[in-house]
Nanobody, 125 residues
Framework: QVQLVESGGGLVQAGGSLRLSCAAS????????MGWFRQAPGKEREFVAAISWSGGSTYYADSVKGRFTISRDNAKNTVYLQMNSLKPEDTAVYYC??????????????????WGQGNQVTVSS
C-alpha cells in the first residue's frame, strides 16, 4: 500500500513557475513508477508526465514538453514536477499516481494503482 500526498500548488501568473511535490509513504517507493495527471473543470483527467522507478526513463504529454520536468528522489520518497512557462490552459487539479511495476513509464490512467488527493494549480493571464 502506498499513500501519496501532493504539495506545492497555488496561483501564479502566466509565464511563471511552480514545483509540485508528491511524498509517498512506504519503504518500497523505489519500486514504483510514478506519474502526474491533471484535470481541468469539465474535462477528463489527462496524462502530464511519467517517470520510471529508476528515474532513467521519462515521458511527457506534447502540451507540456519542453516546459515541465518530472524527477524523483528515491531517498526522500518524493517525485517532483517542475513547471515553467506556465499558461492559463495549465490550470487544473494536478494528481500524482504510482504503480508497482517494471523499470518503465506508464501513460494511461488505468495503469496506476494509487493516487494522491490532488493539488490545485491556477495560472492567471
Amino acid at each position: 500500500q502506498v499513500q501519496l500526498v501532493e504539495s506545492g500548488g497555488g496561483l501564479v501568473q502566466a509565464g511563471g513557475s511552480l514545483r509540485l511535490s508528491c511524498a509517498a509513504s512506504g519503504r518500497t517507493f523505489g519500486s514504483y513508477a510514478m506519474g502526474w495527471f491533471r484535470q481541468a473543470p469539465g474535462k477528463e483527467r489527462e496524462f502530464v508526465a511519467a517517470i520510471s522507478w529508476s528515474g532513467g526513463s521519462t515521458y511527457y504529454a506534447d502540451s507540456v514538453k519542453g516546459r515541465f520536468t518530472i524527477s524523483r528522489d528515491n531517498a526522500k520518497n518524493t517525485v517532483y514536477l517542475q513547471m515553467n512557462s506556465l499558461k492559463p490552459e495549465d490550470t487544473a487539479v494536478y494528481y500524482c499516481a504510482a504503480v508497482f511495476a517494471g523499470d518503465s513509464y506508464y501513460r494511461e490512467r488505468q495503469e496506476y494503482d494509487y493516487w494522491g488527493q490532488g493539488n490545485q494549480v491556477t495560472v492567471s493571464s
